[in-house]
């Protein structure tokens, strides 16, 4: 039972590239969530969605884009990488009639060069 | 503006004591709070969850919520090597959203 996983675990880019950081949960969760998080700044929220083709901004969410077609997927684009975009990105789910309890996957450590 | 403060730390204490760790928040309507553990390189793991004024015990864990004052706080007894990691506290973002906000943690470091 792998629960929620993340692809790639590590991924170094440079500037200017586009970048796809994937999600994917087992646990029909109708929530995702992307985090970031930086030394200094906690873990802060990139978007979410609800449903499979519904998202929302979050707290950060320029430079990025987001998508989800099925449920279980949940993938994180940068279009076009910048150095402060360096940091590791974790995904999240939780169920859509239960508590609000997120469950966190393993995370990317991404660098942009 | 939401914000979760905590004190950055490290708070240290020696094994078997109780530690204390500390949370405030500054959205009035935020109904549900939660504790979660990170280990250093790893990702953030779901301790306790609380919704109601007062406290709640789950093994050595015991989550308090005060919301008039706006302050949640997580007391760890027989404090243990291996508790030593960041505590980060969460709180519901708004209500309806079912996003959180995260404060940016609190280092313990348990002394054997």
């Known amino acids: 039972d792998a629960g929620i996983t993340q692809s790639p675990r590590y991924k170094i880019t440079e500037t200017g590239r586009q970048v796809t950081l994937m999600c994917h949960q087992t646990?029909?969760?109708?929530?995702m969530f992307w985090y970031r998080q930086d030394l200094g700044h906690g873990l802060r929220l990139i978007y979410y969605s609800a449903a499979a083709d519904i998202t929302d901004k979050g707290e950060v969410p320029d430079g990025y884009v987001v998508s989800r077609s099925k449920t279980e997927n949940f993938p994180l684009t940068l279009e076009s990488a910048t150095r402060s975009q360096t940091s590791v990105y974790f995904c999240?789910?939780?169920?859509?009639?239960?508590?609000?309890?997120?469950?966190f996957g393993p995370g990317t450590r991404l660098t942009v060069l | 503006q939401k914000e979760v403060e905590q004190n950055s730390g490290p708070l240290s204490v020696p094994e078997g004591a109780i530690a204390s760790l500390n949370c405030t928040y500054s959205d009035r309507v935020s109904q549900s709070f939660f504790w979660y553990r990170q280990y250093s390189g790893k990702s953030p793991e779901l301790i306790m969850s609380?919704?109601s004024n007062g406290d709640k015990e789950d093994g050595r864990f015991t989550a308090q919520l005060n919301k008039a004052s706006q302050y949640v706080s997580l007391l760890i007894r027989d404090s243990q090597p291996s508790d030593s990691a960041t505590y980060l506290c969460?709180?519901?973002w708004g209500t309806g959203r079912r996003a959180l906000t995260f404060g940016s943690g609190t280092r313990l470091q348990v002394q054997p």
């Open positions: 969460a709180v519901e």
């Open positions: 609380i919704y």
């Open positions: 999240a789910s939780s169920e859509g009639r239960g508590g609000l309890a997120q469950y």
């Open positions: 646990w029909s969760h109708s929530y």
